[in-house]
Each structure stands twice: as C-alpha cells, then as structure tokens.
C-alpha cells in the first residue's frame, strides 16, 4: 500500500487547502484514468461504451461471428442496443438474452442463448432453443416450470419481422383500431367464440413430461401450441391456426 | 529580534507554499493532460465523421461513405470503389440469387423501381437476400434486408420503400433534435417512404392491369382518402358556381389527403411496429431515449 504525506508545518488553514487541492487532483486523476481505459482500445463509436454487460456482448458476438451470423454478431455490440436477460428458471448453466436495437429506420429484435462457451441464436430458429435445453442439462420438474419454458420457447423463437406475442385471455389480442362494418363484426364474433377459451401458459403432466398449451398471435393468425416438454427438456411443437384472419394492426 | 524572527517564519511559510504549490501545479498538469487525452478521443470518435463530411461538402469531393465509416466505427463492409488505374486481375462476382433476379426484374417494370435500383447502385448500398428475419435498411452498417418469404412484388415495393429510408441515412438527427422533433420527423421519412412503396404497386397494378399485384400496405385506405378528397373539392366548387378541378389540381388534392390518411395510421396505431406491436412513435421515443442513455458524457 502506498501512502503519500503531505507536509504542512504550522498553517493549519492553508495546511487544509493544500491537502484538499491535492486530494481534489488526485480523484480527478483517478476519474479521468477510469475513463480513458474506457475509451481506448474499443475502436469505432458503435463499440465504446462501459456498459457493464460488454464481456456478456463480447462472447455473443464472437459466438455468433463463429456460426457465420455476422450481422447479429455485429448488432449485438451496437451502440444504443439494449442487452436484457430473459427469466429462464428452467435453466440450470445456460442463460437467454434479449437484444433490441432501434437506431435504425426499423428496429431488431434478438433472442440468444449463451452457455457452456457456446452460444445459439433462437430468433427463427425453434431447433435452437431445444439444443440449449438439452445442452443445459436443467430438469423440468413441475408443471408450472414446463408451461414457463413453453411460454419462453415461443416467444424467443419468434421468427423476426413478424409480430408474435402470447396471449393469456382475448383482450391481450390487439384488434386494429377503428375498423368498421364486415371487420368489426368479424372481431365480434372471435372475442365472443375464444374469450372462454384463452387462458394464460399452463401444463399438464402426461406420461413423458408435460404438455403445455400456449395461445399465440402471430401476424394476423391466432394459433394455439401444444408444446410437450420432457424432463431432461426436449421440445415437440404442435400448432394449430385457430383464426387465420384476425382484423389486427398492419406490421411494418 | 521579534521581527527578525517573524521575517524568518515568513520566509520558511513561502518556502513551503512554493514546495506544496509545485505539487498542486503537478497534479493540474496531469489533469489537464488527460482531460486533452480524453476530449481528443471522444472528438475522434464522434466528431471526426462530421468534420470529414463538413470538409467533404465544402470541397466537393466525393468521400461521402468513406466518412460515415470512420464515424460509424464497427465492421462495415467494404463499399464499392471507383476502379484504379492499374486494376489487378478482375474479381469474380458471385451469381444473383433467384430471389435478386425476381426482385430487379419487378423493380425495372416501374420508374420508381428503376430509380431505386439506380439509386442503390449509385450510393454502394449492400443488399442482402435472405429468407427470414423481414425486409429493413441498416443505416450504421448501409445494408437492405430483404426477406425473401416475400413474393417478388412485396420485395419490390418494400425496396423502394427503404431507399427512401437510405436516402434519409443520419436524418432525422437523433443527436441533436428534441425527442418530440425527432419523432415527429421519423414519422414524416415513415409516411414518405410508403407513400412511394403504393405508388410503385399502384404502377406495377397499371402496367399489367388488374389488381395483379394485389394492394399493398395501406393503399386502400390511401386511394379512398384520395377520391374521397376531390370529390368533396368538386362538390364544394359546384355548389360555389365554380368548374370541377383540373388533372393537375385534382392530382394535389388526392395526394394530400392519401398522404394524411398515411400518416393518421401511423399514428393512430393502425400500423404497428413487427417487432413489439408498439406504434412507431412509441418506438421512436424509445430510440431516442436509448441514444441518450448516458451517466456521464465521457461514459456515452
């Protein structure tokens, strides 16, 4: 440990002053050094930050860079893009990220899995996110934790560029507003047809595992899941479009 | 004796003064310093593109891209350059993929079509074909998305929708406008850029009759607020004594009022955003907030 004195002699004032001065320019000193480690050695604007979650971006990005995502690889070290992780209680190693950029004219939305030294990118791609989950090597021990997984399965496999959310009861579907005449009437007809029919996430158990029932909306079709999860967390997928033309907001 | 002694103390205290004032003054040297070192590589990182482009603009000299990488930072692509004069052994060029082929050759059956394959190839802008992950220009990386799970018309229309989005590349400006400025103009670029995507479908539709291909986003309601329009002006004209309105009035007339028809959608939530469901304001907002998510400036 170092200890610097600095000598004062009489002047207990000026002794003070001096002290303070050089205490001042010492913790400037300090804050200034913090800030140009920060900004060294990161290159371009889109890189220099020090977000705190940069070494959980450096290993995505150089994961995906690997799987030749060399566009995701590069969002997910954007600038602006917001890193958040997404509740997995169902895992035991690996963890998901959400990654959302709007710097854009359009913004983009991510999903990725990150464990064991590797990473998976499951926008898109449903056969990722059963790999993560049997990679983790996580046990779905209740039904609770089987119909959370379904739930996070659906929404971090959604294909990109196409609004998917789940619905846990018919006012979660977001109708176009305004919509008159044939429209309207047929926006009538599903609330009254689907209202008692909707329910949030749920599972059964069944002789391998679980199946979970997820209501979904994806573009303008209303879909429903039967996802059947085993223990060790493998994934069967059976959808059925229940509404094929719901009168919803126009996507961009 | 007693001032002697009081000159002597005097004296020992400027000593002293002199010794901790030449450490304080070394300490404010280095702060200096670092704060220089500090400023230099902010101003390097941030405003170097925009110096470059101010000298650009001032000189005329074509270096447009060439700075939006240095500001840009990050892995760009390489663009296209202009060949030099001693050009190496030519490089093979990949073959278009089907999807590109059927893209351009649904661009090149309209004007604006063909102005935005011009434009594209003019302004080195990358496009990526690719199936999945929808239709969307990058302005950090200068690159159009097209997703090809979208018939050849839709990638048509939605291309020349992005080069409206390409052409406004660093506009509006999210560093210096107000939140309310910056959302107010996004929703402007928005509205222009499908504006021109039904205009474009509107000639492909006239150029092979029928509703081929069928309508694209918000043309409906576009043409209707369109007709709706001159028709209320001609009625109000007859009903003043005055002749109906000329092509040309009547062209303005309808364009106004589609345009506005546009935008209320946009704004009332008609359309939506495929990534969260928001409405585009909302998503705006939430850019700029991001863009000025900072605890202190130098940690921006």
Known sequence: ?252 | MLIDRSRHALKARRRRDRGAGSLEYAALIVVAALAVGVLGSLISTTAEGRIQSAICELFGSECGDESRNTAGGGDQEPQPREPSPSPGPPVPQPEPSQEELETEAALNETQLGRDALEWVEDNGVRVVYRAGGGSYYDGDANVFYIDTNQSPEERANTFVHEVNHAEHRDEPDIDDLSREDFIEQSIDEEVEGTVEAILNNQQLQQNRGGNNPPDTLLQQEYEDAYDSAIADANRARSAAGLPVLDAEAAREVGERAGRERVEQAFENGEVVSSVDGDKYADNYGEAWDDAHDCFLWIFC
């Not at chain 1, 709007?102 to 926008?123: D, K, N, W």
């Open chain 1, 1 to 252: 440990m170092t200890h610097m004195t600095v000598s004062c002699g009489s002047s207990a004032d000026g002794c003070r002053s001096r002290r303070l001065a050089v205490g001042v320019a010492l913790a400037l000193v300090a804050l200034l050094l913090t800030g140009c480690a920060s900004a060294s050695g990161t290159g371009g604007a889109s890189e220099r930050n020090t977000r705190p979650d940069e070494g959980t971006r450096q290993t995505i990005s150089e994961g995906l860079l690997k799987s030749g995502k060399n566009e995701e690889a590069r969002i997910v070290k954007l600038g602006g893009s917001r890193l958040t992780q997404v509740k997995t209680p169902f895992l035991r190693n690996w963890k998901i990220y959400r990654v959302v950029y709007r710097q854009s004219s359009h913004p983009v939305l991510l999903h990725i899995a990150t464990g064991h030294g590797q990473v998976e990118l499951l926008t898109g791609s449903p056969k990722a996110f059963g790999r993560v989950t049997e990679a983790d090597g996580g046990t779905v021990e209740n039904a609770a934790a089987a119909a959370t997984l379904a739930r996070v399965y659906v929404e971090t496999t959604r294909p990109g560029g196409i609004l998917t959310y789940v619905v846990g009861r018919v006012e979660d579907i977001k109708f176009r507003p305004g919509i008159t005449g044939d429209a309207a009437r047929h926006r009538d007809e599903i609330v009254a047809e689907y209202r008692p029919r909707i329910k949030a996430p749920a599972a059964v158990a069944n002789e391998k595992g679980f199946t979970a029932t997820v209501y979904v909306v994806k573009d303008k079709a209303l879909q429903r899941h039967d996802i059947k999860v085993s223990a060790k967390g493998t994934i069967e997928d059976d959808v059925k479009t229940l509404v094929p033309d719901l009168p919803v907001p126009y996507t961009l």
